[in-house]
């Protein structure tokens, strides 16, 4: 697969710079693992530890050749534990750091992934959804890990999940992944699913510095002053210091004060759980993003996210050219959930409809934004199946009682 | 304009290689706008696959393939499965050794001896899945067929074979007598794609 990838390359330029002179923008037809690991290079990950699984071992294959190329590491590492072990560490040195997995190797990063949000440190996991629980249904898309990447490791947290619904969003979800990951020192999770994976379209890789990359906040604390990595500066950030450098101190997942050092003080632990929720819940409205379409006059607001949203907008687009007064919300961001973006969508909304491919787990959450609860219904499809307009149209004829 | 077309087969015959290069002739030599996506399971052979392809000159919305233009099948158990997608009117194009096709259905059939002939050509039926796709671009003109051999030639520099596959899916469509529907004619002739009658 990513043979193919390679060869492409070079071809792929050669149309594009026909058309538009001495364009540095590669247009690629490439799948969407591969619009994922080239969004990661674009971001400047120099680091990937990983164990291949269905649907997302490209990435670990395309990484596997491109960071050596680039003189950059690529560990295949035992487990999916280890692997996010292994991120976390390389991480903590001053690299960026990613994995990618499916559902039963995200359900192995549990315990990690809570480690790097309490030790506060940057790393991107890239879960492409499969069928679940368990190993479930390898080969076929799923949106099923979407409450697990919120809630499945253990404690009061918080977390940033992105998706995206096409190949050339999702390689700018990853570059704006590692860039939240860096600002707000806390593990990104990019969420997709199989479909979107190993689906094929156009991608433009854009110029370098065409779009912003977030370099890491480094201390200025010159070696030999005391650097405490855990104390917060006034805007809320915290310079780091590659770990094995200049300065000491401790990283742990026990509770801990400004040295990193661990602590059950009732003070530092409640400014510490606070610190680690507000840091990203405070922010839910500037860490929302999504595409809009139709929602100024929209009298039943669709609101999905992920590849099902090319379904939902497909089903919108062709009730527009009929008349109906539909538009779509496409959620870019599920984690914080972004409450107040889904309540103004849906405020003057006679019905809105959830399109996702699991059994509600979006939807619970988006009937507790909105002010009228009831008028929040279901799209969903579990079968490994990809959501199809006619399902859509089902539910949307039962909410206009036009029976089924 | 927008063209929808499925190809089926088994694991292991290249389905969703030719999927991938005539999507990819699209995008890549001609800057329109293509989907490829496929549908597998989990073995690595033997098992039933899929390829959706959708091609246009705007972007494309709903990726997959719910009734197909065309359907394309190198083996008789993705024909049985697949068939249903056929649009009435529309296109199917099989193996006349590995997918009889089946007359009861409703459009244009071309059953051609692609596998046969590659075999006799080069010796080996592995360039079967090329033989199909010039013959389906010969049949469909849903790319133009340069552009389909330099995105072969791309994809496989310096394989003689490969080339020597399209041509001959090429050749078969000519030398069968049968009529070939460009579906980029009607699209320039102002009639909408989805309602010709093909």
């Known amino acids: 697969m990513s043979t193919t990838q390679e060869k492409k390359a070079p071809d792929a330029a050669a149309p594009e710079e026909i058309q538009s002179g001495k364009d540095e923008r590669r247009t690629l037809f490439i799948h969407g693992n591969e619009a994922c690991a080239e969004g990661a290079l674009y971001a400047g990950v120099s680091f990937y530890a990983g164990y291949p699984i269905t649907p997302s071992s490209e990435i670990a294959e395309i990484m596997s050749r491109r960071l050596p190329q680039r003189g950059d590491r690529f560990i295949q590492m035992e487990d999916e534990i280890a692997s996010l072990c292994a991120i976390i560490g390389a991480s903590l040195t001053g690299s960026k750091a990613m994995t990618a997995t499916s559902g039963p190797g995200f359900s192995l990063m549990q315990e990690a992934l809570g480690y790097a949000i309490m030790a506060e440190i940057p790393v991107v996991i890239v879960d492409v959804m499969r069928g679940g629980p368990s190993t479930g249904l390898p080969t076929q898309g799923s949106q099923g890990d979407v409450n697990q990447v919120r809630w499945g490791t253990h404690g009061d947290h918080s977390i940033i999940a992105l998706t995206a619904s096409t190949n050339q969003t999702l390689f700018e979800t990853t570059v704006r992944a590692f860039n939240l990951a860096e600002t707000y020192r806390t593990p990104v999770v990019v969420l997709y699913d199989e479909m979107l994976g190993h689906m094929r379209e156009r991608v433009v890789i854009p110029e370098p510095e065409e779009l912003p990359l977030v370099d890491r906040l480094r201390t200025n604390v010159p070696e030999g002053v005391d650097y405490h990595p855990y104390l917060t500066r006034d805007d809320g950030r915290l310079p780091m210091s590659d770990f094995g450098g200049v300065h000491r101190y401790n990283v742990t997942g026990l509770y801990h004060d400004m040295w990193g050092f661990p602590s059950t003080n009732p003070q530092t632990v409640d400014d510490l759980a606070h610190h680690l929720h507000d840091k990203i819940e405070l922010r839910a409205d500037e860490l929302a993003f999504a595409r809009e379409f139709h929602l100024e006059d929209a009298e039943i607001v669709v609101i999905s996210y992920g590849s099902p949203a090319r379904t939902a907008r497909q089903v919108v687009h062709q009730a527009r050219i009929n008349g109906q007064r539909l538009g779509l919300l496409e959620l870019q961001t599920l984690w914080p959930f972004p409450a107040r973006m889904v309540r103004d969508a849906c405020r003057n909304a006679r019905a809105t409809i959830v399109v996702e491919m699991n059994m509600g787990q979006m939807y619970y959450h988006i009937r507790n934004a909105v002010e009228n609860p009831r008028s929040v219904f279901l799209s969903n499809r579990i079968d490994g199946r990809f959501i199809s307009p006619k399902d859509i149209r089902r539910v949307l004829r039962i909410v206009e009682g036009q029976g089924e | 304009m927008i063209w929808k077309l499925v190809i089926g087969g088994v694991g292991g015959q290249g389905v969703i290689t030719a999927g991938i290069i005539l999507a990819e002739t699209a995008v890549i030599q001609e800057g329109r ?47 049985a499965s697949y068939h249903g997608l056929i649009r009435p009117g529309g296109l199917l194009v099989t193996d006349k050794d590995e997918a009889p096709a089946l007359k009861r259905l409703d459009c244009r059939q071309y059953e051609l001896p692609f596998a046969a002939a590659v075999r006799e050509r080069t010796g080996s039926i592995r360039s079967t899945n090329l033989c199909l796709l010039g013959a389906i671009v010969q049949i469909t003109g849903v790319v133009q067929m340069e552009n389909l051999e330099r995105a072969v030639q791309a994809r496989y520099p310096g394989n003689a074979d490969a080339l020597q596959a399209l041509r001959l899916g090429q050749e078969i469509v000519a030398e069968s007598g049968f009529r070939t529907v460009h579906l980029g004619e009607d699209a320039r002739s102002g009639r909408h794609a989805t309602s010709a009658r093909l």
């Open chain 2, 33 to 79: 706008y293509a989907v490829q996506s496929q549908t597998y399971g989990a073995e690595m052979r033997g098992g039933l696959t899929r390829t959706d392809v959708v091609i246009s000159d705007d972007e494309i919305i709903y990726p997959k393939v719910d009734q197909t233009h065309m359907l394309a099948c190198l083996h008789r158990k993705a024909l």
